[in-house]
């Protein structure tokens, strides 16, 4: 959540300085998790996707290309942990907020750049918030390669997950499962 | 007065006249004639005229001797033995006031000369009638308007090689580090031509800093000791990234780089970045640079006389691709053709030593004044790239400033 609020600053204050921060690109860089909502201790996905498509139509041999960059996914370690493998992976903290982050370089215009494993240790009613920014909050580090490196900057979309209990047709087969269990130990001493 | 003759010959053709009858009447007439031309002081024509009776009279007496009296030859004679002396003296003579009234000073054979009579400049002098002048008056540019400078505004192109255009960015010596790079506000790199600077670039053969325009006014030089990470390409680059942090300073180079076995750079070329995060103000750009070729492999190109094909995108825009051919020889000059999908044009120029200018008469039909390609031949014999920038003015596009590395 800190390094969103300064990098809204950051681009707020180049705006006002008449910096040019974006090009007319409409890459976009976006957390994408595999449910939306997870029970407790539950393990799930999120994955990095990127869609440069815009930027591919407008380079050269750009299509599938070759993409690079560095990013910093945080989160709240109270209600999740990173539990997936620490290949690449640098973590750190920023205030109360876990950080990891990593580069990437030949990834193609359009996909998933990396597959991210969490668990949810938070409790039922919970909001797992995870915030995306580009690891380099001053002149970005988004690169097409091909032909040229030529930089971009897209746009970073965050996503919330949701802790939820499990639902009741659980808890009614799980009070099932227990109640032939006790009838069938009943009978055996009987 | 013109018509009277000299009193002398006035007293012959009198006795004549008597000899003759002539009727009184016409006597007197004569008379009177005679009279107001010895009231008139003798002119110098008329003398001269005299004298040429005199001339002929004695030219005609000469062949026949009974052609004229005897008297009349012998005053002929004694008056031809005084015509020199007599002339000298009529020369000099100034008419006073009085005489220039009563004939005309200018004429003669020494009015020329007279300051009392116009020269020969009043005859160029048009008319106030507005008479037509003589033809050989009239304007003509049949001639030279500066004959003594002919030779230095009309030099022979046989003599003299043309000088070349001069260096829009100073020239790359030989052996040297060279780079150009272009220049906008912000971070991205990209902006209007008329907002886009052009400069010279430098890098570090270890890539732990850059700079631009370096030891002018308006200098960027990065921040100090950074330490590039390398990754590989599918070309026959590497890929290169710099990230520098000094206080608020922050620089960034993204580049392609070839390396040579010790490890150093030896061309790179593509994007650089350099701001304060204090003040939010940042420049950034693209560039191309490298080691320029030796004098003596400069010299080893000449004397065999080849021909170099060298291609590769431009890095503002990598939708244009570049193709340059440097024709070594004793005279090695250079062609190129710039395409993109929206433009294409051509130029072509010299090489001096590394370096290579277009010449502005041989750029394409679609490009406009104040137009510069200027590069510089980078690596070595074996290893040839180039570094150049373009600076064009495109008609129905507009003015156009990149960089771009070609290699062989």
């Not at chain 2, 570094?387 to 960089?403: E, L, T, Y």
Request: with cysteine; glycine share 10%; aromatic share 8%.
């Amino acid at each position: 959540m800190y390094n969103r609020l300064r990098m809204a600053a950051i681009i707020f204050a180049l705006s006002l300085t008449g910096i040019q921060t974006t090009t007319a690109y409409a890459a976009s860089v976006t957390l994408v998790p595999s449910s939306a909502a997870v029970n407790v201790s539950n393990a799930f996905t999120i994955n990095l996707n990127m869609d440069t498509a815009d930027v591919a139509a407008e380079t050269p041999a750009a299509h599938p290309g070759s993409y690079a960059g560095s990013v910093i996914i945080d989160f709240d370690p109270a209600l999740v942990t990173y539990s997936g493998s620490m290949s690449g992976i640098t973590a750190g903290t920023i205030g109360s907020m876990q950080t990891i982050s990593f580069d990437f370089s030949g990834a193609p215009d359009v996909g998933t750049v990396r597959a991210l494993d969490f668990t949810a240790v938070g409790t039922v009613g919970n909001t797992i918030n995870f915030g995306l920014t580009d690891a380099d909050d001053f002149f970005g580090s988004f690169t097409s390669q091909l032909p040229t490196n030529t930089p971009f900057t897209p746009s970073f979309t965050g996503v919330d997950v949701q802790i939820i209990p499990l639902p009741a047709a659980g808890w009614l087969m799980l009070s099932g499962l227990g109640a032939i269990g006790f009838r069938v130990r009943r009978h055996r001493y009987s | 007065m013109n018509s009277c003759i000299s009193y002398k010959n006035m007293g012959k053709f009198l006795i004549n006249a008597l000899i003759r009858n002539i009727k009184m009447k016409n006597l007197l007439l004569i008379l009177f004639t005679a009279m107001a031309c010895l009231a008139s002081p003798a002119h110098a024509s008329d003398i001269v005229q005299s004298e040429r009776d005199c001339a002929e009279i004695l030219e005609q007496w000469a062949t026949d001797p009974d052609s004229a009296p005897k008297k009349l030859v012998d005053e002929c004679m004694g008056m031809m033995a005084g015509v020199t002396s007599a002339e000298d003296e009529l020369a000099n003579i100034v008419p006073s006031a009085g005489s220039q009234q009563a004939g005309d000073p200018c004429v003669g054979s020494g009015s020329a000369g007279s300051v009392h009579c116009w020269g020969p400049w009043s005859a160029l002098s048009p008319a106030a009638s507005g008479v037509t002048p003589p033809a050989d008056q009239l304007p003509s540019d049949d001639f030279e308007v500066r004959p003594e400078l002919a030779a230095l505004y009309d030099p022979d192109p046989a003599d003299d090689p043309p000088t070349p255009p001069d260096l829009l960015l100073g020239s790359c010596a030989p052996g040297t580090s060279c780079g150009f790079a272009t220049i906008v506000d912000g971070i991205t790199g990209q902006g209007p031509a008329e907002d886009t600077e052009i400069a010279i670039f430098d890098l570090a053969s270890d890539g732990s800093q850059f700079s631009l325009a370096p030891g002018e006014t308006g200098e960027i030089a990065s921040v100090g000791n950074m330490s590039p990470t390398f990754s590989n390409r599918p070309d026959e680059f590497e890929n290169m990234s710099l990230n520098g942090i000094d206080g608020n300073e922050r620089s960034r180079l993204i580049a392609r780089v070839i390396r040579d076995t010790g490890g150093d750079i030896i061309t790179a070329a593509d994007a650089w970045a350099h701001g304060n995060t204090a003040t939010s103000t940042a420049d950034s750009g693209f560039f191309t640079w490298g080691n320029s070729i030796s004098q003596t492999d400069v010299n080893a190109l000449n004397s065999s006389a080849v021909s170099a094909l060298f291609t590769g995108p431009m890095s503002a825009d990598n939708a244009t691709n570049a193709t340059v051919t440097l024709n070594f020889g004793s005279n090695p000059t250079w062609t190129g053709e710039w395409t993109n999908p929206g433009y294409s044009f051509t130029a072509a120029g010299v090489v001096t030593g590394v370096d290579f200018i277009s010449d502005p008469t041989q750029f394409s039909a679609n490009i406009g004044a104040n137009s510069f390609v200027q590069g510089a031949l980078l690596g070595d014999i074996a290893n040839k790239s180039i570094a150049h920038f373009i600076d064009v003015d495109i008609s129905g596009v507009g003015r156009i400033k990149d960089v771009g590395l070609l290699v062989e």
